[in-house]
């Protein structure tokens, strides 16, 4: 498999998210923001996390603007699979690519600690190693992270699966660190080929460090 | 010409920064406060005369950029000057 990491002035996460899918065995392609297509055969674009073009305005509202955005949008329109991780996740909310915005965080703080995620559907490449009501033990590391959407947006992701995970304590209770509306976590589209999420699974990879339940998730991706 | 866009979340949109110098100014005893929105002010210089057509172009760019429309309302001033 391919994978595409998209590098805008900012980004942070691209080395950790390259060497994540390296170590899943996979090919991997840092791709700068100025590059107007994506590599021949990409079958993954990942928008890493960071503060792209020092999130100036709000978070990833310039990134959406970036000429390697456009091949990412027309990639994603054609049904290439896309994951946005922290940064990432806002660049396909402010693109549209995803329903919803992202606000600051309810506490007006930056939040970097580990916190449990409860998979809520599994019906999808991402999340299709994992099991509905596992809990998974991911960082998350963000000041704009607060997912909102209105009413009618909010019951038409439930209907239509596309909730993919919560916050959650280590038993599955519902926690929310930053007042993401019902403490969501991650989202995808209605075609189930653009996924978002503000924890870092590639930062879950090692034990030694103290998770590797990202690479169950990462490796939904993989054939 | 300057244009001023004003930009604040919309009504029923938590807004989390209001809500902390809301709180910090009930500690100072400012308690007839009763709500504090915290929005964002954007100064253009547009070269233009024309009032209608830099209100239309201003527009354009509060759908595209300045604003997230799905969170943010937006207004467009021409101050007096």
Same mark, same amino acid.
């Not at chain 1, 080929?193 to 690479?215: C, K, Q, T, Y």
């Given at each position: 498999?391919?994978?595409?990491?998209?590098?805008?002035?900012?980004?942070?996460?691209?080395?950790?998210? @390259?060497?994540?899918?390296?170590?899943?065995?996979? =090919?991997?392609?840092?791709?700068?923001?100025? =590059?107007?297509?994506?590599?021949?055969?990409?079958?993954?674009?990942?928008?890493?996390?960071?503060?792209?073009?020092?999130?100036?305005? &709000?978070?990833?509202?310039?990134?959406?603007?970036?000429?390697?955005? @456009? !091949?990412?949008?027309?990639?994603?329109?054609?049904?290439?699979?896309?994951?946005?991780?922290?940064?990432?996740?806002?660049?396909?909310?402010?693109?549209?690519?995803?329903?919803?915005?992202?606000? &600051?965080?309810?506490?007006?703080?930056?939040?970097?600690?580990?916190?449990?995620?409860?998979?809520?559907?599994?019906?999808?490449?991402?999340?299709? &190693?994992?099991?509905?009501? =596992?809990?998974?033990?991911?960082?998350?590391?963000?000041?704009?992270?607060?997912?909102?959407?209105?009413?009618?947006?909010?019951?038409?992701?439930?209907? @239509?699966?596309?909730?993919?995970?919560?916050?959650?304590?280590?038993?599955?209770?519902?926690? *929310?660190?930053?007042?993401?509306?019902?403490?969501?976590?991650?989202?995808? *589209? =209605?075609? @189930? *080929?653009?996924?978002?999420?503000?924890?870092?699974?590639?930062? !879950?990879?090692?034990?030694?460090?103290?998770?590797?339940?990202?690479?169950?998730?990462?490796?939904?991706?993989?054939? | 010409?300057?244009?001023?866009?004003?930009?604040?979340?919309?009504?029923?949109?938590?807004?989390?920064?209001?809500?902390?110098?809301?709180?910090?100014?009930?500690?100072?005893?400012?308690?007839?406060?009763?709500?504090?929105?915290?929005?964002?002010?954007?100064?253009?210089?547009?070269?233009?005369?024309?009032?209608?057509?830099?209100?239309?172009?201003?527009?354009?760019?509060?759908?595209?950029?300045?604003?997230?429309?799905?969170?943010?309302?937006?207004?467009?001033?021409?101050?007096?000057?």
């Amino acid at each position: 498999m391919l994978v595409a990491v998209a590098v805008f002035p900012g980004t942070n996460c691209e080395i950790d998210t @390259k060497y994540a899918f390296e170590k899943l065995g996979q =090919e991997v392609v840092l791709v700068f923001h100025k =590059e107007e297509k994506l590599p021949e055969g990409t079958d993954l674009v990942v928008l890493p996390g960071g503060f792209s073009y020092g999130d100036y305005l &709000r978070s990833a509202a310039i990134a959406k603007f970036s000429p390697i955005m @456009k !091949a990412v949008i027309a990639f994603a329109q054609q049904g290439g699979k896309v994951l946005g991780i922290c940064n990432g996740f806002q660049m396909l909310v402010e693109a549209r690519l995803l329903p919803g915005a992202m606000k &600051r965080n309810e506490n007006v703080h930056f939040i970097s600690q580990f916190h449990h995620l409860k998979v809520v559907h599994n019906d999808n490449t991402f999340l299709r &190693r994992c099991s509905v009501g =596992e809990v998974l033990n991911i960082p998350i590391a963000h000041g704009e992270g607060s997912f909102y959407i209105d009413p009618e947006g909010l019951k038409e992701l439930y209907a @239509k699966h596309q909730v993919l995970l919560t916050y959650c304590d280590e038993k599955g209770t519902p926690q *929310n660190p930053n007042g993401s509306i019902d403490a969501i976590a991650g989202i995808c *589209n =209605e075609a @189930k *080929n653009v996924f978002g999420l503000m924890p870092h699974p590639e930062r !879950a990879i090692e034990a030694i460090l103290g998770s590797d339940d990202g690479v169950k998730m990462l490796r939904g991706f993989l054939d | 010409m300057k244009v001023i866009v004003n930009i604040q979340l919309k009504n029923g949109v938590l807004d989390p920064q209001g809500k902390a110098v809301h709180h910090a100014l009930a500690s100072l005893k400012f308690d007839e406060v009763g709500d504090v929105r915290i929005g964002k002010q954007i100064i253009l210089e547009v070269a233009t005369d024309d009032q209608a057509k830099a209100k239309e172009r201003v527009t354009v760019m509060c759908e595209e950029l300045l604003a997230n429309t799905v969170i943010e309302n937006y207004t467009i001033e021409f101050p007096a000057c």
